[in-house]
């Protein structure tokens, strides 16, 4: 077996890390010059720390599901992708995407089951329901619309909202601050201080919950852990950071670049119109093409690990480039071609192991019904500016569109 030489930790890769992406339909060009090694050890643009990359579909699964690497967000050797990093960070309760074994696994059990595809049926008919109005009122108003604020962002927002048991009016509260929050470029007093006011507003709604509770997530999981005698206030609170923000932002950008690239796609889309069911397969394919939260596969090592060809040393950080894996040729044969026939649910866009995507079973069925429905309501759609003047996000932890003009 031919021996792969171990990179230099003392002259890591000259560049500034993470990459920005030139084309929204392909990852950075230096993704395939990473490739070739199957790990690199680079340093992060914002911090001068030094972590490891690696970029195959293999080596990347089989790093999330090595419990030697944590996912502990306050490890000092945890890679920080955000601007002011090196600085104390906002200090939350940990939540789920910040525990390990031993306390992960309980807590992830206690409140997967308001994800189960049976719980999202029942939602279906509501998510239905949001979605027409939404279109409805996008028929009624000007044109070109803002595909964004008329339906990306609000159906996914409003969603969440009525699942967690949170007020819908106060959506442009949460989503200006959850913005701030995923901006790389956000700095540590803006950042700390869109901490303190989400927590703030989620332990009073969580304290009147307490007191009224509701048919909401919030209010269940209330009920269900007094009454194993195990409630604590700001676990909820954490928990209800953690779904508000990661509930809306990423399937929001994924209903607009979903729709570009149906739309730049015309094979595609003419598929899913002639049958629906084709849908979801789409669905995961878009998922894979995007792959958006690429940096949700962070980790840092807890002991020595040989793995991609290295050993990464305890305390070292790995970002796993969850972008690059489900670009690897040799799973996702010519993948920067949009297949929707491809099958390809084996990608990592939600992650994999036991820190995979709590909410996938929902952002999936959002996805379904928003395409199904707005190209068969609005079957002229198409965009009103040129693909490459189109604002993309490119230093958000959330990859998408700041607005998405679009007429019929």
């Given amino acids: 077996m031919t021996e792969v030489a171990q990179p230099s930790r003392t002259q890591p890769e000259q560049a500034a890390f993470p990459m920005k992406r030139t084309c929204p339909f392909a990852p950075p060009p230096e993704y395939d010059r990473f490739r070739d090694a199957r790990a690199h050890y680079v340093e992060l643009e914002h911090t001068g720390q030094r972590a490891w990359v ?61 994800f189960t595809v049976k719980r999202m049926k029942a939602l279906q008919p509501r998510i239905q329901e949001i979605v027409d109005q939404h279109i409805d009122a996008m028929l009624a108003g000007d044109q070109p619309a803002d595909l964004v604020s008329a339906l990306s962002l609000p ?67 209330i009920a269900k852990k007094r009454e194993e005698g195990d409630y604590d206030h700001d676990d909820l609170v954490s928990l209800a950071f953690l779904l508000l923000i990661a509930g809306h932002e990423t399937t929001a950008n994924m209903i607009s670049l979903g729709t570009v690239a149906l739309l730049e796609n015309p094979d595609a889309l003419a598929a899913i119109k002639e049958d629906p069911g084709k849908t979801l397969d789409a669905v ?77 079973n929902l952002a999936r069925m959002e996805l379904q019904i928003v395409f199904d429905t707005l190209f068969r309501r609005i079957p002229t759609l198409r965009l009103a500016a040129p693909v490459d003047q189109l604002p993309f996000k490119h230093d958000s932890g959330v990859f998408g569109l700041y607005c998405l003009p679009v007429t019929w």
């Fill in 54 to 114: 690696l970029n195959r579909h293999e080596d990347l699964r089989a790093m999330l599901n090595d419990p030697r690497f944590s996912s502990n967000r306050f490890n000092p050797g945890f890679p920080v992708l955000f601007k002011d990093g090196q600085q104390r960070r906002p200090r939350l309760r940990p939540s789920l995407i910040a525990m390990d074994a031993p306390e992960h696994g309980p807590a992830r059990r206690s409140v997967v089951g308001e």
């Fill in 155 to 221: 159906v996914p927002s409003l969603v969440i909202c009525e699942q967690l048991g949170v007020p819908y009016a106060d959506h442009d509260f949460f989503q200006t601050h959850s913005s701030r929050l995923l901006n790389r470029e956000t700095g540590f007093e803006e950042r700390s201080k869109s901490v303190e006011a989400m927590q703030n507003y989620l332990s009073d709604l969580v304290s009147a919950k307490e007191t009224a509770p509701a048919d909401d997530l919030l209010s269940r999981q």
């Fill in 284 to 360: 995961e394919e878009l998922l894979r093409y995007f792959t958006i939260a690429e940096f949700a596969t962070t980790r840092v090592a807890l002991e020595d690990v040989d793995i991609a060809g290295v050993t990464i040393k305890a305390g070292e950080g790995v970002l796993g480039l969850s972008y690059a894996a489900n670009f690897d040729p040799e799973v996702f044969p010519e993948p920067e071609r949009l297949d929707i026939t491809r099958g390809g649910r084996h990608h990592v866009a939600f992650g994999f192991g036991a820190h995979q995507c709590l909410g996938q």
